[in-house]
């Protein structure tokens, strides 16, 4: 005597169905069938690819992250959420001003209101404080990326870890130094 709604998939035919069943009155009922194939399948392909971008980002040593218009944190890779060390429950939805000290953050979300000003690439210095409070001279990669009516959603970064690098080229400078 209730009414139900399901989705059922007809092998025979290799289609899918969206069923709701009904009684119109005591002693009958009427069944309504919908292909949604075309929605499923589309539904699938999604899913495949959110697979593939999640397996690509993953396999990027750097911390990998995309942000949304109002600069709130949409997703990362497993190497930034070991850099800062927080979990993907952690921090999406959260702001540059939630995860870092306030001195950073300022500085990080005035280079991504810059970018979205002027949509493309940025790149640019600074420097991040990881898990354990240490801090670390990076190169912020970042880039615009639009849906597919061409409108602006959001960034994507990438952070390269160059403290080796400051910290070698410091040492070769003070040996040059003491050599001259």
Known sequence: GEETRFEQY???LEKWYSVYAYSPRKGYFATVFEDITVRKRAEEAEKEQTAL?????????SPVFYKDLEGR????NQAFEEFFGKKRKDLVGKSVFDINPRHLAEIYHAKDNELFQNPGIQVYDSQVKD????????IFHKATFCNA??????????ILDI???KRAEEALRT???QLS
Do not use: K, M
């Open 175 to 177: 040996s040059e130094e």
């Open 163 to 165: 403290t080796g690098r």
């Open 73 to 76: 944190y949409l997703g990362f």
């Open 53 to 61: 971008l999640d397996s690509l980002l993953n396999a990027i040593p």
């Open 131 to 138: 898990a354990q409070g240490q801090t670390h001279d990076v």
């Open 10 to 12: 007809a092998e025979p």
């Open 149 to 158: 009516q061409g409108q602006l959603r959001g960034l994507v970064g990438v």
